[in-house]
């Protein structure tokens, strides 16, 4: 079956590179390092042992970061590979870690091309973030005695359906895994079921629990919500305070509703509960941030035809008049979510399985989202069942409920705080991650 696989993808390698051709149009990077795809330009510049660390894209850096920082740490004398199958994945590894790491993008999981980069980068461990699994991958690391880890593991009953029709290629991969960090027990059953070794399974938890609000963070969060609510404007490429018209009564904020990760089909929702909530809060401001900057400039064209419109990357202090606030800009969700009174997370309006609700419960903000949840099963659970995540299935329910804890905010501020107890209490997930890559990379 891996022989028919390999073949196939060879034959689609044409639509693949127009594929690539064709995301290029809205994402020019991805016209970029197509050598580096195919397994060339890898070499690394030092001698060091390797360590090789696969994040697909943006999600999986960010929760990859503390654990590759723990590494360094831990492993000096290693060197840490990361690799990315995103341009924004790419930009999130150099922004976040700049050249302590040695960064190229991921393989293509064909042959020729894993065994010129298994050859150039010569990793003793594959950690592999979430369920990024391929079974030339699997294979390839497991002929040269290379063990993979599959960190902070999740697979959902949809996806584990998707693997079991494919059994006769999926199994062999998942059973050449030495070990799965599974969130769930729920995920590592699934794993267990498609040939996982019981003695290669650990449930650890989800890592995203142990994440960080720097102080940093915090301060850019403050700067962002006394912009959006027009305390602050921009002169001289500098943030001032401002005593003119755009100055609000600190006592009676505007409030704001982040819609994060959002995605195609989700936009035009979330703008027509906005209208229907400007009825009763006509200073609220919607701040929508699309999942993928191709989608920015469409966006904010969608929101013009709605409300007027700024974009957060100009840097202005928002008008009184404006509405809607379009976040094009990467890799400053964390900060976004903390200038915000009110949180629905995207990606669960549409079949994606939503985005990580741990970061908005980390803040203590009360989290509204839609039902395709399926990526994040275990989270959205504990989040319900602490009375911190409320789920609507239209723009009319979303109005509904955001008008209620607009109106109350007791219960907004109950919500928020139970969110927090959530995120806190299920901290320790990377300690036990950590142990386990101890016991797993090889020595000597």
């Not at 016209?31 to 894209?57: D, L, M, Q």
């Not at 369920?131 to 949809?158: D, M, Q, Y």
């Not at 449930?203 to 305390?231: C, H, N």
Request: aromatic share 6%; net charge neutral.
């Amino acid at each position: 079956m891996r022989w028919l696989y390999s073949l196939c993808f060879y034959l689609l390698l044409p639509l693949v590179i127009l594929r690539l051709l064709w995301r290029a149009k809205a994402a020019p990077a991805y016209a970029h390092r197509w050598s580096e795809r195919f397994g060339f330009g890898a070499c690394r510049p030092t001698g060091k042992p390797a360590i090789w660390v696969h994040a697909v894209s943006v999600g999986e850096t960010l929760a990859a970061l503390p654990m590759i920082r723990h590494l360094q740490q831990r492993y000096p004398e290693y060197e840490l590979v990361v690799t990315t199958t995103t341009p924004t994945g790419s930009d999130r590894v150099k922004a976040a870690l700049g050249g302590s790491v040695f960064h190229v993008y991921a393989p293509y999981d064909l042959p020729d091309c894993l065994a010129r980069f298994l050859l150039r980068v010569r990793p003793c461990l594959a950690v592999i973030m979430e369920t990024e699994l391929w079974p030339n991958t699997v294979a390839a690391c497991r002929h040269r005695g290379i063990p993979v880890l599959v960190a902070n593991a999740r697979l959902s009953a949809k996806s584990a359906r998707g693997y079991q029709r494919f059994s006769a290629l999926a199994s062999p991969m998942v059973a050449g895994l030495s070990g799965v960090a599974a969130q769930h027990q729920d995920d590592g059953d699934r794993f267990l079921q498609l040939g996982l070794p019981p003695s290669a399974l650990t449930v650890t938890g989800s890592i995203k629990f142990d994440l960080t609000i720097s102080r940093e963070t915090e301060q850019l969060a403050s700067t962002y919500r006394k912009r959006w609510q027009g305390s602050l404007q921009r002169d001289n490429n500098s943030l001032q305070r401002d005593n003119n018209s755009l100055q609000r009564d600190n006592n009676n904020p505007r409030p704001i509703l982040l819609a994060a990760s959002t995605h195609e089909g989700e936009d035009e929702l979330l703008l027509q509960a906005a209208k229907q909530l400007w009825q009763t809060h006509s200073e609220l401001l919607l701040v929508l941030v699309p999942r993928h900057p191709e989608r920015f400039e469409r966006v904010v064209k969608l929101a013009e035809t709605y409300a007027p419109t700024q974009r957060h990357s100009e840097g202005e202090a928002v008008l009184p008049q404006t509405r809607v606030l379009v976040g094009d800009t990467m890799g400053e969700m964390m900060a976004l979510l903390g200038a915000s009174d009110l949180v629905f997370m995207g990606g669960t309006w549409v079949e994606t399985g939503g985005h990580n609700l741990i970061e908005p419960a980390a803040w203590g903000k009360p989290i509204v989202c839609g039902p395709s949840l399926f990526n994040f099963a275990e989270v959205s659970r504990l989040l319900q069942e602490a009375g911190a995540l409320e789920i609507v299935e239209s723009p009319q329910q979303l109005a509904a409920q955001v008008g209620v804890l607009l109106g109350d905010a007791d219960k907004a501020e109950a919500m928020g705080q139970a969110g927090k107890a959530v995120a806190e209490a299920n901290r320790g997930a990377l300690e036990r991650l950590l142990g386990l890559i101890d016991s797993t990379l090889p020595r000597g």
